[in-house]
């Protein structure tokens, strides 16, 4: 892997960012914007996908980025609990549902590799550089 200079330029962070982006989309144009308790936690934990990437990112160290990945991929899990309350709410269609739960589960899948590689890897962080 490439030594990146910002978690901008990671996919995984695209990836969240995407992620993040479409469950706006459902906050802001189905009944999910009346359900407030509902649309705030997955705002926020869809949010945190990314947010948890570019904070440990910013630690500068592998380990504190891997754990902080493992927060993210906690968070991706706890929007898809989120999703299926806004589906069986009938704020989602099937198929939106299904949509964005096979997101997350790419996303999941790929902080988790992105974690192993980290776990393997000589390199220790730019911090240590």
Not at 11 to 37: G, H, M, S
Not at 54 to 79: D, P, Y
Request: aromatic letters at 10%.
């Amino acid at each position: 892997m490439a030594h990146h200079s910002s978690f901008e330029s990671l996919d995984i962070y695209k990836e969240a960012t995407l992620f993040c982006d479409n469950i706006w989309d459902i906050i802001c144009n189905t009944p999910l914007n009346k359900d407030y308790k509902l649309r705030d936690q997955i705002n926020g934990s869809s949010g945190s996908v990314m947010d948890n990437i570019a904070e440990g990112f910013g630690r500068g160290g592998n380990k504190e980025f891997i754990m902080f990945l493992g927060f993210s991929r906690g968070s991706c899990s706890e929007s898809k609990a989120q999703l299926l309350r806004c589906y069986k709410r009938n704020h989602i269609n099937k198929n939106t549902y299904l949509e964005l739960n096979s997101q997350a589960d790419k996303l999941i899948d790929q902080l988790s590799k992105f974690i192993n590689y980290l776990k393997k890897s000589k390199r220790k962080g730019n911090k240590f550089d």
